[in-house]
């Protein structure tokens, strides 16, 4: 009923605006007859106008319909509809004058009439378009004074300029200044609003003309830039807000809908990453893939950007039966071409593995599933060796047996130097491919970056709950630092590193500059409209098992190598094999099948040695007898 009622009123409005234009053009065919005679038409010349009228309507009025004039909205009228309107009027008097030759060879048609008719037509048709924008954009303001925000925008750029012609249709804002870094830009207007000094200056501004609301509308800058302007916005002590990065807008609009509150993926997050769409769809395109952990924060997102390349199959491999539910509703909505397999089950169990390949034959296999909270896995050792090793080793097994084209194993910067249990199994996970890799021809490929922001149990929803709980925020140490990354630019570089290796590869994605905790937390409390130590308190605790204050990207026997892309290093090792690699691992197996712990903490010592260097033994098991006490 809505749909109907939405067509019968553009119909009825279309309908309207053609019975407009049909008196438009009949009152300019009178009006140059009429300015044609000095207004002194005489019978013979009346007698010609009513003759000649319905050719006129009905030449121009088909004319009028051909050029599109009834496809424009009046509000957003532009350049193009005047353009359309100036064809339309010269167009219409050569059918016109074709119509009346074929009628009665032009008799009594003033050729002068034909010749004022276009540019009469042209103000008549284009005037009452043009006011209906101006009072549609600027009207309404006329009898609203005073109830909208005063809006002062940062960036006076293309998203400004936008951002400033739409609010000025919306009755809620009121575009009052510009300010923006680039000097050659003061003195100028964009619809009405000056643009009055640089972003530095914005704490006076503000004061000055009372702003309510202030909007940073530069999508294309960078983090460092941003986190700047963020800082001086906070000074001002008025609401403050953003528009999304370009890539980010929707349908690469830029509206007043498109504006949100500033999130901590703007201030940490980076530059958009720049791909190799031709070479990763050549990878993509037209193949079975299968990413396990599909539910998963980065198994996910892999998912969603994958589904982008039309595989001929994506197949989602995921233990947690909600999560896959969602991840495939998802994907089944915004791909409904896209033949989607959810397949429930868990990568350390070998005979769903087998059957999983066996059933789906993946060209490609994206390995995310992991457990990986540190604190977690320091107490529950052999699940942590059962999940990231053994699944690590039956997935890679099994992409071997089925003759699987690529491999790539999602990795860890804790997987360096580790000092914890988490670190060390994903470490061990990285030897246990490259071991399949010697013996095999699938491309065996790691991938190894920070944290990411926003993940499932990650620091920021803790924070997120804390802040919304009125604190306090903890942070384990002052000096804490972590690397960061957003799940979309962790999820496409993973992809472009799964195009790019060869096999063998240990790629590291380029994180940036280390984030101090503190930071992340003080800003995080900001964003929420709140002051840090005043209205939320940040406590430090101390570090928690198996936490370090700084993560490492590569170990020190490894050769940095740019790569083609700049967001990727290759992480070169010396290709030194382990003979007794396999049948560690095999034997480590065989320690988690027996629950036997000791046996684990003595086999992870001697195939990943850093960790007994930083890690005693006896802070990485809880006793069983200690462990019933509690």
Known sequence: MTL?????FASRRSLAVVAHDILIVAAAWLLVYLARFD???????WISFWRSLPFVLLGQGAVLWYCGLYRGIWRFS??????????????????????????????????????AYPVCLILLLGGP????????????????????????ILGAGRAGEALARDMRRDARYDPVAFLDDQVSLLGSKLHGAPVIGTIAQLPEVVAELKIDLVIIAIPSTNNANMRRIVEICERCEVPFRTLPRFHDLS???????????????????????????????????????????????IGSELCRQIARFKPAMLVLFESNECNLFYIEAELRTKYPELMVCAFLGDVR???????????????????AAAYKHVPMLEFNLREAVRNNVVGTRIMASAAHDYGCRTFVMISTDKAVNSNN??????RIAELCCQAQRRRSRTRFITVRFGNVLGSAGSVVPLFQEQIRAGGPVTVTHPDMVRYFMTIPEAAQLIMQAAAMGEGGETFVLDMGDPVRITYLAEQMIRLSGKTPGVDVKIVYTALRPGEKLAEELFHQDEERVQTSHSQL????????????????????????????DNAIVRLMEKLVPPIAKHRPVQQKVVPIELAKKA
């Open 569 to 596: 290093i290759l992480a070169r090792a010396p290709d030194n094999e382990r003979p007794d690699l396999m049948e560690d691992l095999r034997a480590l197996e065989a320690a988690v099948e027996a629950y036997d």
């Open 251 to 297: 349908a690469g609009e830029v509206s007043v809908a498109e504006l949100r509150e500033v999130n901590i993926e703007d201030l940490l997050g980076r530059d958009a990453v720049i791909l190799d769409w031709r070479r990763i769809g050549a990878y993509a395109i037209g193949r079975t893939i299968l990413v396990s952990g599909a539910g998963g924060s």
């Open 349 to 367: 169990d070998a005979s769903a593995v087998a059957r999983a390949f066996e059933k789906f034959r993946p060209d490609m296999v994206f390995h």
């Open 421 to 426: 249990v988490m670190g060390a199994t994903k």
């Open 78 to 115: 532009s350049i193009l509809d005047a353009w359309n309107i100036v064809r339309a009027a010269v167009l219409g008097v050569l059918a016109i004058a074709l119509l009346l030759f074929l009628f009665n060879r032009l008799e009594g048609v003033p050729r002068t009439v034909l010749a």
């Open 129 to 152: 378009r043009l006011l209906y924008r101006v009072w549609s954009e600027h009207g309404f303001a006329l009898f609203n004074h005073g109830e909208f925000k005063r809006v002062l």
């Open 4 to 8: 109907w009622y939405a067509g019968g």
């Open 39 to 45: 207004f002194g038409v005489t019978p013979t010349g």
